[in-house]
């Protein structure tokens, strides 16, 4: 079925509408009409193939919900008209340890993402959520509990928000602990919120000054303009976890000198140059370790939008249409974003 759909077809073009095909739903598929899809970093990198390996035409986007439009004579757990979301994985190989474990995202055989990711369907690799329907495998579609009306700020939990919980969860972030979020964007706007949520003391870290009063209306208890190396030196030594989401190169040093003993700095952020190398005495010295995470595995996505519709944690978004694509990915480079670019799928029906 063609359906219309927002992409680019090499690095240095700029996204345009194109049509593309959607499978019909076999057996154990659904067929999602997509209401909003959230802008990611990692679309950018993506699309403008900085991590290398870009399949074109490039359709990004996998922070998808919608209503179901159409099932396979197999799916029971959905049923036409349901609001669902689509993350960051539409198929993983459900055999290997990770599958078996839950954690579809560390599949040993690869997962396929969202988008850009091998398939058997035309192109031949995956096209994202700049789109106006979607099918996918049952298995990797998440009910959504929330009011209708949030849709739209729901869609970004499909990836900054998992991306940000999973890590928190894994590091046992809850009460008495010390919680630092490096980078307020998509992804920390959703770390702090979440971290506050989970009953921790949230310290915000950010380079942009105008982002201080933001920060603590998100839940962060205390806010570091962390150029400002005095502000930085008064939490030396005190963080059980620092979460960075920075999208680009930088220094990590400075992050795990706030660690406390035993503490952990988490990479989330994948910048297109490599971070330089960090000083290995902050690490040695007191037993600190530097970790990463990956979005997270379908039931641990379930579970974080349940919390976050328990909880009424939704993203703060600005809605844009999807020929404000290119400008809105001009300003997320700049920092300039409050707090993620939602697309109105809607915008996408003129061509
Ligand atoms: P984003 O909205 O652009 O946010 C990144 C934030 O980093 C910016 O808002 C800014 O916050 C800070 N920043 C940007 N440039 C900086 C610089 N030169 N130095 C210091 N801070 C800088 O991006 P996002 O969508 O949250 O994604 C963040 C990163 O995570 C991307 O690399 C993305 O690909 C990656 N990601 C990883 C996963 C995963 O599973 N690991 C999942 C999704 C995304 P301040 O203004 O507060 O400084
Ligand atoms: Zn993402």
Redesign the pocket.
Known sequence: MTTKAYGAHAADQPLQAMDIERRAPGPRDVQIDIAYCGV???DL?TVRSEWGGTRYPCVPGHEIVGRVSALGGEVTRFAIGDVVGVG?LVGSCQRCASCADNLEQYCENGFIGTYNGRTDDAPGHTLGGYSQRIVVDDKFVLQIRHPEAQLAAVAPLL??GI?TYSPLRHWNVGPGKKVGIV??????HMGIKIAHAMGAEVVAF???EG?RQDALDLGAGAVVVSRNKDEMRAHAGSFDVILD????S?SLDAFTALLKRDGTLVL????EHPHPTPNIANLIFARRTIA????GGLAETQEMLDFCADKGIVAEIEMISAQQIDEAYER?LK?D?K??FVIDSASMAGG
């Open positions: 990611c970093h990692s990198h960051c990836c900054a991306t980078g307020i964007g998509g992804l920390g950010t380079t942009s982002k989401t920075v999208a680009a930088h989330v952020g994948v910048p990463g995470s990956l979005i997320m920092s974003v707090y993620r």
